[in-house]
């Protein structure tokens, strides 16, 4: 009698061929990660961190900035892979006045967790900050009210 787990499969003394060699670069979990986090209502924009800020600033007047660095992906996303291959993932993101700061955070997170676990096969720890709140509604405020009444 065994006492292998069902619905696994008995363990391989060689993996199988190819499975070693696929790897995801930082990119891409930053660029799957940002397009999903803009696609969730409330979401204004991404707002790149100093470090984000400071680099393009340095590209525009150095060059590109060297392929690689995970800090450096894409703005409003970092990433970090620790060596268990768990996706680390932190996104600065601008909501809209009359949007729930707690629940736009709580989407995107739901969002990008699935998302970058559909596309890319990881399993990823989300923190959101909402780091701004655009008060443009696409409205102007009400104007002053006209006096009332008239002085005597």
Do not use: F, W
């Amino acid at each position: 009698m065994t006492t292998d787990k069902p619905n696994q499969p008995p363990a391989a003394a060689d993996p199988p061929a190819g499975d070693e060699q696929v790897q995801v670069a930082d990119t891409v979990l930053a660029r799957v990660a940002a397009y999903y986090a803009r696609t969730v209502p409330g979401v204004v924009n991404l707002q790149p961190g100093l470090s984000q800020s400071v680099a393009g600033l340095a590209g525009t007047l150095l060059g590109p900035a060297p392929q690689g660095d995970p800090r450096l992906s894409t703005d409003g996303v970092t990433i970090e892979v620790d060596p268990n291959g768990l996706a680390h993932i932190e996104i600065a993101a601008v909501t809209r006045l009359g949007h729930n700061c707690r629940d736009v955070a709580e989407a995107v997170q739901q969002q990008v967790t699935s998302q970058v676990r559909a596309h890319t096969g990881r399993t990823a720890v989300v923190t959101v900050t909402i780091t701004d709140i655009d008060l443009n509604t696409g409205t102007e405020p009400p104007a002053d009210p006209p006096p009332t009444g008239t002085a005597s």
